[in-house]
């Protein structure tokens, strides 16, 4: 498989349906890259947590998609934004086992652990911004 032109996009995060279709975008790209199996899965599965946070927790969202480039190697760049309730506080949401519903408390601090980048905003009653990157 080729590389596709587009260095750039967003899935819309409203629904189960957003859901698969956000997995669904990662793996593709994923396999663009040429991304081994364990990759692929480490960053679709950080994907579908981040995707699931978005709609349950934060109301709804995007997911923004970019291709990186930096010298010899390649990554894939994945954005999480929505403007729901935000995170009150940041440390206590990075811990594993804490949710602020009925998850098993895995999603951001599993997500973290599946890659190389990891970065979260969140202004409580403005929204939540997680970015994650993952290198070939």
Same mark, same amino acid.
């Given at each position: 498989?080729? !590389?596709?032109?587009?260095?750039?996009?967003s899935v819309p995060?409203?629904?189960? $349906?957003?859901? /698969? $279709?956000?997995?669904?975008?990662?793996?593709?790209?994923? /396999?663009?890259?040429?991304?081994? !199996?364990?990759?692929? +899965?480490?960053?679709? +599965?950080? $994907?579908?947590?981040?995707?699931?946070?978005?709609?349950?927790?934060?109301?709804?969202?995007?997911?923004?998609?970019?291709?990186? /480039?930096? *010298? @010899?190697?390649?990554?894939?760049?994945?954005?999480?934004?929505?403007?729901?309730?935000?995170i009150p506080d940041?440390? @206590? $949401? @990075?811990?594993?086992?804490?949710?602020?519903?009925?998850?098993?408390?895995?999603?951001?601090?599993?997500?973290?652990? !599946?890659?190389?980048?990891?970065? @979260?905003?969140?202004?409580? *009653?403005?929204?939540?911004?997680?970015?994650?990157?993952?290198?070939?």
């Amino acid at each position: 498989m080729t !590389l596709s032109h587009e260095t750039q996009g967003s899935v819309p995060l409203r629904s189960e $349906a957003d859901i /698969v $279709a956000s997995r669904q975008m990662v793996r593709k790209l994923a /396999v663009q890259l040429k991304f081994s !199996l364990v990759d692929q +899965t480490k960053m679709i +599965t950080a $994907a579908s947590e981040l995707s699931r946070n978005t709609v349950v927790y934060g109301g709804g969202g995007d997911m923004e998609w970019e291709l990186l /480039v930096d *010298g @010899l190697r390649q990554g894939l760049r994945l954005r999480f934004r929505d403007q729901g309730p935000g995170i009150p506080d940041l440390g @206590l $949401a @990075l811990k594993d086992g804490w949710t602020s519903g009925n998850g098993m408390g895995l999603g951001l601090s599993g997500s973290k652990r !599946l890659v190389h980048d990891f970065e @979260l905003e969140s202004t409580v *009653g403005v929204g939540t911004c997680v970015s994650v990157t993952r290198w070939k």
